[in-house]
């Protein structure tokens, strides 16, 4: 990765973080958006430092077409290029589908596949001027087979999935490889709730036969394989790094 400029969205905290700062590590230099966390931006941002790369942070709403343009922006503003974008800020909020509110559906579409649309939109452009570029959206198993109570969650990740698919042919003439990677339960912020108790743990372990919850890193190795010279041939794909609790072909 060395020389080449990536993006993260949502990279301040998680697989975001994790991805940004692997990317760091493999020679990237790395614009962390983020919408909230500045703490864990700046500490993101150091660890970016101390891998002798060098980072910017941009606070952004992604979910908008706005937000996506300013990330570009500062991006291009500071490096003049964009190689590598990392779709990963996203939203797990649901309920009943009969109880679920217009708004808590329109909040998850909009952050998980909008704003994997809306980054797209924003780089692609610089990309095909450059005549390459390489795209990694953080799906989820729940595209893959549904997931009860997150119909919305759900249904923003299978879409990702077609998005990826669509993309992966309309830019491959580019030089532009657009693929996914689809996580099963992952220990973040995000499902420290649902994972806190001993019990709902061991349910949720249970099911993955390698008998472990992913690290977010566990996330960002393959994250950065798909973004290398090594996976050039890869376009298209959804890679499953679920521990073999989804066994989708």
């Known amino acids: ?43 993101v941002y150091t660890a970016v430092g101390s ?6 942070l941009v606070r952004a709403d992604v979910s908008t077409v706005e937000g996506a343009e300013r990330v570009s922006a500062a991006t291009l503003e500071v490096f003049g290029r964009a190689d590598v974008l990392v779709c990963n800020a996203g939203l797990w909020r649901g309920a009943p589908v009969e109880g679920m509110s217009e708004a808590l559906w329109d909040e998850v579409i909009d952050v998980n596949l909008k704003g994997t649309w809306a980054l797209c939109r924003a780089f692609v452009p ?9 795209i990694v959206v ?20 299978g879409g990702q999935i077609s998005f990826v698919k669509s993309l992966a042919v309309e830019l491959a003439p580019h030089g532009i ?13 995000m499902t420290a709730d649902a994972l806190s108790g001993a019990e709902a743990r061991r349910v ?7 008998g472990r919850v992913a690290t977010a890193d566990d996330i960002a190795l393959p994250v950065l394989f798909l973004c290398s010279e090594w996976a050039k041939h890869i376009n298209g794909e959804v890679l499953n790094v679920n521990g073999g609790s989804v066994l989708c072909g």
Do not use: H
């Open 51 to 56: 891998a002798g790369r060098k980072a910017i």
């Open 138 to 157: 953080i799906s989820s198993t729940a595209g893959q087979r549904g997931e009860a109570f997150y119909s919305n969650y759900a249904a923003s990740k």
């Open 204 to 210: 949720a372990e249970a099911a993955i036969p390698i």
């Open 1 to 43: 990765m060395e020389g080449k400029v990536a993006i993260v969205s949502g990279g301040a905290r998680g697989i975001g973080r994790a991805c940004s700062e692997r990317l760091a590590q493999a020679g990237a230099d790395v614009v962390v958006n983020y919408l909230k966390d500045e703490r864990a931006a700046r500490e």
């Open 177 to 189: 490889n657009v693929n996914a990677v689809a996580p099963g339960w992952v220990d973040t912020e």
């Open 126 to 134: 610089t990309m095909k001027q450059a005549g390459y570029g390489r």
